[in-house]
C-alpha cells in the first residue's frame, strides 16, 4: 500500500494569501495518477485536480497541481473565502490499489 | 447532468450486514466504473474498493476482504456496496463516486453520501 503524507495538518491564513499544500507518498506514484480533492463540512469531496497538474471541469485557475515521484504540490494562488476547507490527495493506480492523504485543513486566520 | 443518489441513513447493531445503493443517471452507466469511500466521524477519507460498471471487475482494499461485495445492477444503472459483520468502527459515512471523464481512478462525482451507524 502507497502511504501519502500531507503537511501541514492545518494551515492558518487569510483570504488572498497563497497557500502551498504538500503531499509525500511512501513510493514513486506515477504522475498520471494523483489527484487532489476539497471537502467543506457536510458535502462530499469536489475533484479539483487530476493527473497531478490538470485541473477537473469547472475548477479555477487559482488552483494549480505540480509534482512527482514522491512529492507533490497543491497551490491556491490567492485565496477565496469559499476555499477554506479540508484537501486531500489521493493517488489512483491501480496497483498498489489507490489510498487517500490524511488531509490538510485550511482555516481562516 | 450525472448524479448519484444513495440510499438513506441505517443503523445496524454489531455483527450485522448493511447494503448501501447508489442510483445513477446522467450518463451511460456501463461506461464508468464505481468506487465506495468511506469516512468516519471526524476522520479522512478511505478507499474501499470500485467495481467496473462494464463487466463486474472488482478491487476491494485489502482490510476489508471477505466482509465487502460490491456489485451493479445495469438494469438500473445502480451500484451496492454490502458490508458484514460490522463493528463499531465501521460507522461512517459511506460515498458511492464516479471515475471521471477524464482520468479513469480520479472520482469526478460523487453522491450524497449514506450514514451508517454501528451501535448496540
Known amino acids: 500500500e502507497i502511504v501519502l503524507t500531507q503537511s501541514p495538518g492545518t494551515l492558518s491564513l487569510s483570504p488572498g494569501e497563497r497557500a502551498t499544500l504538500s503531499c509525500r507518498a511512501s513510493?514513486?506514484?506515477?504522475?498520471?495518477?494523483l489527484a487532489w480533492y476539497q471537502q467543506k463540512p457536510g458535502q462530499a469531496p469536489r475533484l479539483l485536480i487530476y493527473g497531478a497538474s490538470s485541473r477537473a471541469t469547472g475548477i479555477p485557475d487559482r488552483f494549480s497541481g505540480s509534482g512527482s515521484g514522491t512529492d507533490f504540490t497543491l497551490t491556491i494562488s490567492r485565496l477565496e473565502p469559499e476555499d477554506f476547507a479540508v484537501y486531500y490527495c489521493q493517488q489512483y493506480g491501480s496497483s498498489p490499489p489507490p489510498t487517500f492523504g490524511g488531509g490538510t485543513k485550511v482555516e481562516i486566520k | 447532468q450525472v448524479q448519484l443518489v444513495q440510499s438513506g441513513a441505517e443503523v445496524k447493531k454489531p455483527g450485522a450486514s448493511v447494503k448501501v445503493s447508489c442510483k445513477a443517471s446522467g450518463y451511460t452507466f456501463t461506461s464508468y466504473g464505481i468506487s465506495w469511500v468511506r469516512q468516519a466521524p471526524g476522520q479522512g477519507l478511505e478507499w474501499m474498493g470500485w467495481?467496473?460498471?462494464?463487466?463486474?471487475?472488482?478491487n476491494y482494499a485489502q482490510k476489508l476482504q471477505g466482509r465487502v461485495t460490491m456489485t451493479t445492477d445495469t438494469s438500473t444503472s445502480t451500484a451496492y456496496m454490502e458490508l458484514r459483520s460490522l463493528r463499531s468502527d465501521d460507522t461512517a459515512v459511506y460515498y458511492c463516486?464516479?471515475?471521471?471523464?477524464?482520468?479513469?481512478?480520479?472520482?469526478?462525482?460523487w453522491g450524497q453520501g449514506t450514514l451508517v451507524t454501528v451501535s448496540s
Open positions: 513510493q514513486s506514484v506515477s504522475s498520471s495518477y
Open positions: 463516486a464516479r471515475d471521471s471523464s477524464s482520468s479513469t481512478g480520479s472520482l469526478g462525482y
Open positions: 467495481i467496473s460498471a462494464y463487466n463486474g471487475n472488482t
